[in-house]
């Protein structure tokens, strides 16, 4: 068996041979946790009115008039193309030292910790794209990022366009907009905004994704896939189901990989539903960030390398061929954690929520960190801080946080349990050529 890396660097055919898959989605939805920010063109992004975008508003292409070339200037002033870098320019980039422009200081950039997932994996991932003849030529471009202590909002977007357009001279030429919503990175505040969900909707974050849709579906033609890993799966559906009908009707597919669900009257509202047949929910079989809320869609469970929180990974998931390789049903802890969180989350009111959630987040802000990574290297000298201030809450607050960390890790720490290992042949169906796929399917 395999993992993405290895799909990447074995894959060969080009989209229009191969269209885009379940695999190509948790690629696109992982490179997203690579600092694109700062090698690729970014979007200006305005929820209250999200009509500009950087370099891409009418005046300033009608500024740009080339008098050589007066039909190419005609047919971007009506259809703009997508401001972007190839893969292997952003990789390229990625790779340019700081300090000079000069070729004999190009060196291998700082790593960039985005995420809780090891980001030296990441930086291979984007290598491997970069030689790919698959992944070499999609462009990259409107990288959105967002980060606000005060709404405790952390979130990022950017646009994949693939080269599989009928144009074979320009094949990115309204190719197919993938648009790639990061999930939860190394930040506090980015973690407060996952916990917030459970008391709080729609979360800034959510709002964010719905105008970055918005925004890149105005702004560029094409058919559009939506996908996120971990919480970018969230706002994946999020934008979609609120999406005006113009841009629902583009909407090819929605990937959901191991991202958290809904509360129950979301789910079972009419905009959840219309956008439901699109959607594909796929999680490791000891998923535990999945497992939150409610999903009313069949989970396709994936086989990981790995055990517990970790097959949250999306490195850890396997691949053969094309395709993932699957498992049965989620394991036996999987399903428990589904049920006691739950039933948590239901048997207190949505204050005790809030204030539990504030409770865990004021025991971690004690060690004056910003970031897990932060928090950790500073392990274990700042316990005495955390349980100064665990002790300083309402007996409560305790008491309600205290149950919601005991089924954490119960279920982090607990084995996959799962049944009798895949056969080769037990992989996800193969996809129609579209990209998407039937009711019957899922």
């Given at each position: 068996m395999s993992d993405i890396i290895d799909y990447v660097h074995a894959e060969e055919r080009s989209f229009r041979e191969l269209p885009f898959n379940e695999v190509d989605a948790l690629v696109l939805a992982t490179l997203i946790y690579e600092d694109v920010a700062s090698i690729s063109p970014t979007l200006i992004l305005d929820e209250a009115q999200p009509q500009q975008s950087s370099g891409s508003s009418f005046a300033s292409r009608l500024r740009a008039f080339e008098p050589k070339h007066p039909l190419i200037w005609f047919k971007n002033l009506w259809h703009p193309a997508l401001e972007s870098v190839s893969l292997t320019e952003a990789n390229q980039e990625l790779h340019r030292s700081l300090s000079t422009t000069t070729a004999e200081d190009d060196k291998p950039h700082e790593l960039h910790m985005v995420s809780v997932i090891n980001p030296e994996l990441t930086h291979?991932?984007?290598?491997?794209?970069?030689?790919?003849?698959?992944?070499?030529?999609?462009?990259?471009?409107?990288?959105?990022?967002?980060?606000?202590?005060?709404?405790?909002?952390?979130?990022?977007?950017?646009?994949?366009?693939?080269?599989?357009?009928?144009?074979?001279?320009?094949p990115t030429h309204k190719g197919t907009l993938v648009i790639s919503f990061r999930g939860t990175d190394d930040s506090l505040i980015g973690w407060k905004?996952?916990?917030?969900?459970?008391?709080?909707?729609?979360?800034?974050?959510?709002?964010?994704?719905?105008?970055?849709?918005?925004?890149?579906?105005?702004?560029?033609?094409g058919p559009i896939i939506l996908v996120g890993h971990s919480k970018g799966g969230n706002l994946a559906i999020y934008a979609a189901m609120n999406a005006q009908a113009n841009v629902q009707r583009r909407i090819r597919h929605v990937y959901s990989l191991d991202s958290p669900g809904f509360p129950s009257h979301v789910v079972s509202s009419p905009a959840y539903r219309a956008i439901q047949p699109k959607v594909t929910k796929i999680v490791p079989s000891s998923s535990i960030v999945g497992m939150i809320f409610d999903?009313?869609?069949?989970?396709?469970?994936?086989?990981?390398?790995?055990?517990?929180?970790?097959?949250?990974?999306?490195?850890t998931w396997q691949v053969d061929g094309d395709q993932f390789?699957?498992?049965?049903?989620?394991?036996?802890?999987?399903?428990?954690?589904?049920?006691?969180?739950?039933?948590?989350?239901?048997?207190?009111?949505?204050?005790?929520?809030?204030?539990?959630?504030?409770?865990?987040?004021?025991?971690?802000?004690a060690t004056g960190a910003n970031s897990f990574s932060e928090m950790m290297s500073r392990f274990p000298a700042s316990l005495p801080s955390m349980f100064g201030a665990f002790v300083g809450l309402t007996p409560e607050d305790r008491r309600h946080l205290t149950s919601a960390l005991l089924i954490l890790f119960k279920a982090s720490t607990a084995k996959s349990n799962k049944p009798a290992k895949p056969k080769p042949t037990d992989q996800l169906p193969a996809q129609p050529e579209d990209g998407t796929e039937s009711q019957d399917a899922q």
């Open positions: 291979d991932l984007f290598q491997a794209c970069a030689h790919s003849p698959r992944f070499t030529d999609i462009r990259l471009g409107a990288v959105a990022e967002h980060v606000n202590r005060g709404e405790q909002t952390q979130f990022a977007a950017a646009t994949f366009q693939l080269p599989d357009s009928r144009n074979r001279r320009n905004e996952d916990f917030n969900m459970t008391f709080q909707y729609p979360v800034p974050a959510q709002r964010a994704a719905s105008a970055y849709l918005d925004t890149v579906a105005r702004l560029w033609a999903t009313p869609e069949p989970c396709r469970v994936v086989a990981s390398d790995s055990e517990g929180i970790m097959q949250h990974s999306a490195y390789v699957t498992e049965p049903d989620l394991s036996s802890s999987s399903q428990l954690f589904n049920e006691e969180l739950n039933q948590w989350i239901t048997n207190l009111t949505t204050e005790q929520r809030e204030r539990a959630v504030d409770a865990l987040f004021t025991v971690l802000h």
